[in-house]
C-alpha cells in the first residue's frame, strides 16, 4: 500500500459502519481503481442495495457473513448466495444484501485490469457474479486465509498488494489503443462517436466491438451510455442540482425522454424514485 490509512465511520437509523482506505502500491496504478476499501457494518436486519452501472469491476475478499447477489443475466437478477465474489461490467443495475453484519475488503478493478489479472475474455463474465476461489483457485483461497488472520489493516492492504504484483508479473501489458478508446469515452463522458473512435484507431467498427467484448466486456456504445449515466448520478447527488431537462442537455441527451429512458435502462426506476432513496452526505475522512 502506499500512504497512510484514512478511516470513515458511519451511522444510518438501520446500520452502523466503519471503513478504512488505503491507496495500492502505485505499480498497480493501471489495475486497481481508485483506494482498497476495508469495511466493517453492523446492522440488526438484512441491508438491501442496489448497485448502478459502473465501468469497474469489483472484488469483495470477505471476512464475515456470506452475502446475497442478483446479476441481470442470472436467473433474472434473484439473489444468490456468496463468500468472496467479483463483478464483471453490468449494463443494468445489481442487488446486493448482506445478512446485516459484515466485514471485507472491496477493491475495484479497471476493466483492462481485470482482463490482465483473470486471463480470460471479460465478455465471459459480464453481466455476472462468479464466485471468486472459481477464479482464482487455491491462490485465491489462501489470499483469502491470510487476510483473516491479519491482525490490522496496513497488513492486509500489503498483502493484497503483493497479491496483485505476483499474479500480474508475467502477464502481457495491456493493449495501449484499447486503454485509449476507453480513455477517450471517460474524458468525453461517452459523447464521443464509435464511428470516431474506429477511424482514430484505424480499425472498422466490427473489429473495435469485438475487442472491447473481449477485453472490457461490453460494446464501446453501451461504456459511453454508462459514463454518460455516471456523470449524470454525480449531478443528481450535488446539494444544489439542476432540472431533471437542463441536467439531461448538460449530459448529452436528445431530450428528457431519452434522459428518462436511458434511466430506467440503468437504474430500474424512474428519476425521481432514485432521488426520493438518496442517502445524506458522508462524513468526512480521517487520516489514521
Known sequence: ??????RLSGTTPETRWDAVFAAPEPRLGQIVLGDYQGWVETA???VFRRQMPVVMVPVILNFGPSWEVGSPRTDNGALRPFDSFIAGLHDQSADTQSRGDAACLQLNLTPLGAYRLLGLP???????????MDLLGTAGA?????????????????????F???RISDRAPVADDIAWALAQLQRSHGKLAIGRLADDLSVSRKRLINRFHDQ?????????????FNRM???LQRPKRQSLAE?????????QAHFNRDFRDFAGCAPGTYLAGLAPAAPEMADI
Open 164 to 166: 496483485l504484483l505476483a
Open 44 to 46: 440488526p436486519l438484512p
Open 233 to 235: 448520478l454525480a449531478h
Open 142 to 162: 489462501d489470499l483469502i486465509d491470510q487476510l483473516c488472520n491479519a491482525d490490522d489493516w496496513h497488513w492486509r492492504f500489503n498483502l493484497l498488494d503483493a
Open 1 to 6: 500500500m502506499s500512504g497512510t490509512l484514512r
Open 216 to 228: 472490457i466486456g461490453l460494446p464501446p456504445k453501451t461504456i459511453g451510455r454508462i459514463y454518460r
Open 122 to 132: 471479460m465478455h465471459e463474465i459480464a453481466n455476472r457474479t462468479l464466485d471468486l
Open 247 to 255: 441536467l439531461a442537455d448538460a449530459c448529452g441527451y436528445y431530450d
